[in-house]
T-cell receptor, first 112, second 118 residues
Framework: GENVEQHPSTLSVQEGDSAVIKCTYS??????FPWYKQELGKRPQLIID?????GEKKDQRIAVTLNKTAKHFSLHITETQPEDSAVYFC???????????FGAGTRLTVKP | GAVVSQHPSRVICKSGTSVKIECRSL??????MFWYRQFPKQSLMLMAT?????????EQGVEKDKFLINHASLTLSTLTVTSAHPEDSSFYIC??????????????FGPGTRLTVL
């Protein structure tokens, strides 16, 4: 089955700096990679996703890159703000697969 | 769009009792719903996949007789924790996947249910 590893487990940045979170996956058949943001005690919220037919996707301050050959994908947040502080989870699955696997999570702290 | 609700948000029960948690997709149909368990400061662990009109598929290590799942309609799935024990205390989160449409893989999460078993 799929195994997703996520690094770092914690990340602290100064407001305005960039933050990068990296994930690797094991199943070469995986082709859908969402990123979720979860604030304490709340539901995970989808912030961006990428499919295997593209290498990069951007949405305002958030971008995701995918390297299928190396089986890794990354989340990039630019111009970080205190409200970006949360736990971020990456995930991987195949199309219409009921087997989405999550990374262990990264606790991002943005210091004002 | 794509709102998922969960009820109750919080429940405290005595050991040995059963607790039912409901997961509803409010503005879309979901042929597939998922149940996750999350321990403090840990990731989401998939417990089972709930398919409308058929039996749920459980992950390895999850007792199907203890965690009963029913997906009676395209908008409702229920998880019943039977004979709950303190070790069942956790944050239970459901998610729903859109049936059809261009984005068939995205899962939308409910707000979660915090279960405390005394």
């Amino acid at each position: 089955g799929e195994n997703v590893e996520q690094h770092p487990s914690t990340l602290s940045v100064q407001e305005g700096d960039s933050a990068v979170i990296k994930c690797t996956y094991s199943d070469s058949a995986s082709n859908y990679f969402p990123w979720y943001k979860q604030e304490l005690g709340k539901r995970p919220q989808l912030i961006i996703d990428i499919r295997s037919n593209v290498g990069e996707k951007k949405d305002q301050r958030i971008a995701v890159t995918l390297n299928k050959t190396a089986k890794h994908f990354s989340l990039h947040i630019t111009e970080t703000q205190p409200e970006d502080s949360a736990v971020y989870f990456c995930a991987a699955t195949t199309y219409n697969n009921n087997d989405m696997r999550f990374g262990a999570g990264t606790r991002l702290t943005v210091k004002p | 769009g794509a709102v998922v609700s969960q009820h109750p948000s919080r429940v405290i029960c005595k050991s040995g009792t059963s607790v039912k948690i409901e997961c509803r997709s409010l503005d879309f149909q979901a042929t597939t719903m998922f149940w996750y368990r999350q321990f403090p400061k840990q990731s989401l662990m998939l417990m089972a996949t709930s398919n409308e009109g058929s039996k749920a598929t459980y992950e390895q290590g999850v007792e199907k007789d203890k965690f009963l799942i029913n997906h009676a309609s395209l908008t409702l799935s229920t998880l019943t924790v039977t004979s709950a024990h303190p070790e069942d205390s956790s944050f239970y989160i459901c998610s729903a996947r859109l049936a059809g449409g261009p984005v068939v893989d995205t899962q939308y999460f409910g707000p979660g249910t915090r279960l405390t078993v005394l």
